[in-house]
């Protein structure tokens, strides 16, 4: 048995963005990590995985193209430093909305969200298959445009649920 103990860290703060376009919250992630700042999670949420979501859990998520859940941890003064630069972020890059975690309650309600979406695809079709690759994060915007077209030439209902930080994505 080999056991890992991590400390835990002196401030967690997560937000939920929503945005009219994949490509604006492409442009989110890149100017997250642009601006130097490496977010403990940096996920994404397409408009079929968000729906579905909702149908399995209901976290709450706002109706939107896509949905980026972003959470900073670590030293309280970093995180207070770093969290509104994100926000700032995730507006100039044209958010609809941001809802930030006010309390563990919040937190885990966006999270179980974000968590449910693989599982929630069964109420999409009784068969899926999920694809796991990884892209750079700056062709993010280019790959999804892709997969939009494919789905749209071969009849298919694609949804991408994918960990946007570091471009690992699942169609």
């Not at 939920?16 to 940096?42: E, K, Q």
């Amino acid at each position: 048995v080999v056991v890992r103990i991590l400390r835990k860290p002196e401030s967690v703060r997560t937000l939920l963005a929503a945005f009219d376009t994949i490509d604006a919250a492409g442009t989110a992630v890149s100017d997250i990590i642009s601006a130097g700042i490496i977010p403990a999670a940096v996920e994404m949420m397409d408009a079929l995985a968000i729906e579905a979501a909702e149908a399995a859990v209901q976290p709450g998520f706002p109706k939107a193209e896509a949905v980026l859940v972003v959470e900073l941890d670590g030293p309280e003064a970093e995180v207070r430093e770093l969290f509104p630069i994100v926000e700032a972020i995730c507006r100039r890059a044209h958010a609809t909305s941001i809802e930030v975690a006010k309390d563990e309650t919040q937190r885990a309600r966006i999270w179980k969200g974000r968590k449910a979406a693989f599982a929630a695809m069964g109420r999409v079709s009784p068969n899926y298959y999920v694809q796991d690759g990884v892209v750079p994060r700056t062709k993010l915007p280019e790959v999804l445009g892709r997969i939009r077209q494919l789905e749209a030439r071969c009849g298919l209902r694609i949804a991408n649920v994918f960990h946007a930080g570091d471009g690992n994505l699942h169609p």
